[in-house]
């Protein structure tokens, strides 16, 4: 652990060190609270909506990319404009413990945990044995980084096949192998290595038992600076496309009662043990008779919070502010509850016919849904442009009701009246996947996208009406000679 010492002010400005619909919920968070935000945006960003939302925004000249990556030019500015605070929201520099540590250093409140905790939970490796110690179930694996091939062979031997090979420093399935035969193994493990070396820039590769069709479940936590730990429940994260979550859902419409208590007790227990401070998610993986596994713990604000906020009322982004600036967590975990259920849709631009390549270009109608129950994060708006550069998430839909039935009858509802036109969408696939009824059903796993897509018809038919009505009204103009 560091010596860093961090602090509390009262936070009464903002710097929003993000872009996108998340730098517009971080500044609606603000607003609500009374506090001042300062935005900052790339040129190719000049458009962007969240940069009109803040009170102050300034352009970083750089390339998009970078541009949110500088940290010393955002803290320099953070420092310039007097803010108090910055809020990372998510990627970029969020989990970055170098940045983290530099705003303490400036006299900036980092708005998320520690940095010591942002960095022992970006090493997977070292994540993992904490939380072994903590008495946190962790899959069979090895505790140092693969360096000697027949080494790791015993260790897989002995674990059994199959195994999967994990980047210690990575992410979104990079560096991620499954080896289910030893023939495999050196081919595969150098494979791994090379695409860690070159994503994450340390090849450090580790060993764990492979989960067949496992669910993806994963606890909210949120804790103030005085050791008091809540958890918001949990979230079905199994929906998703090579690595990227597609749906998301609070709560488990299927997960079993007690593996939920002892999940939420477990958590819990374990940030309470290692002193963590604000919120957090911990990942784990439930097999297929209900045993679960910690696979990874991530220190920021999370792109999926919004379910959890609508099952459970509290306003996340608002809990960050507040646990930063010293305030104690206002309840207690039996103050807390969870109701109803709740389902966020990623609404991306890419082409589902096209293998998901990601769409740019300009959005030429922008509809989005209403009406009770319906929330709506977005990026977008008509003739807004989508630039080249970033990810292809533009908006999130979240929709909430007491049932599961109910929510997955009002997501229906909610995908047919949004209406994004100019680029291509995966609404199609979203369309698809809650008429499905394995997914009416509340049964998916991790597999659930690659098993059903073959199946699917992606056939964008609100487009088709979409023109029919363009051109009726375009010969009934020209009938009247508007
Ligand atoms: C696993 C696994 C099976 N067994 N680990 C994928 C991303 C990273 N967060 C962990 N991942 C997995 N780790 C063991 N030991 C299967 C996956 C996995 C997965 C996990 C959650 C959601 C979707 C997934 C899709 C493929 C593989």
Redo the contacts with the bound molecule.
Sequence with gaps: MSKLKTFTKEIKKVLVANRGEIATRIIRACKELDIKTVAIYSEADAKSIYVKKADEAYLIPSDPIQAYLNYFRIVDLAKQTKCDAIHPGYGFLSENPEFAEYCWKQGIVFIGPHPDHIALFGDKMAAKKKMRELGVPV?P?SDEPISDIKKAKKIADEIGYPV?L?AAFG???RG?R?VREESEFEDLFKSAFNEAKKFFGRGDVFI?????N?R?IEIQIMADKYGNVVHLGERD??I?RR?QKVVEIARSPTLNEDVKRELYRTSVKAMFKVGYENVGTI?Y?VDEKDNF?F??MNTRLQVEHTVTEMVTGIDIVQQMIKIAQGEKLGFLQEDITMRGYAIEFRVNAEDPKRNFAPSVGAITSYHSPGGPGVRVDAAVYKDYVIPPYYDSMIAKLSVWALTWDQVVNRARRALDEFIVRGVPTNLPLLRAIVRDEDFIKGKFT??YIEEKLPTFNLEDKTADLEDLVAAIAGAIAAYHKI
């Design positions: 899959l694996g999967i994990k992410g979104g399935g991620m499954i764990e038992k492979y989960v067949e496992p993806h994260c199994s998703q690595h990942e993986l596994y696979i990874e991790t597999r």
